[in-house]
């Protein structure tokens, strides 16, 4: 299973599924990431935490705590 985590800088990648439950699960698809949806990893901060992805286009900050919890398809 790769995660978002997983993905390089400068890839883009397609949402296959989102692990975890309640709040998590909700505020992610309130965000735009939901199954099927194209995202690609911008850039991450100086010391490797949060990332920044590109997701219906804008732009949105994800921890990389969270970022496993989203298996991906890479392109």
């Known amino acids: 299973m790769k995660t978002l985590r997983d993905i390089e800088i ?23 990431i939901t199954r099927g949806t194209e995202v690609y990893f911008r850039k991450e901060a100086p010391l490797g935490d949060p990332m920044e992805i590109n997701v219906l286009g804008y732009e949105l900050a ?3 705590s969270d970022a496993e919890l989203i298996e991906v398809e890479e392109k």
């Open 62 to 64: 994800i921890r990389k």
């Open 10 to 32: 400068g890839k883009t990648a397609t949402i296959k599924k989102i692990h975890g439950t309640g709040a998590l699960k909700r505020r992610f698809m309130d965000m735009g």
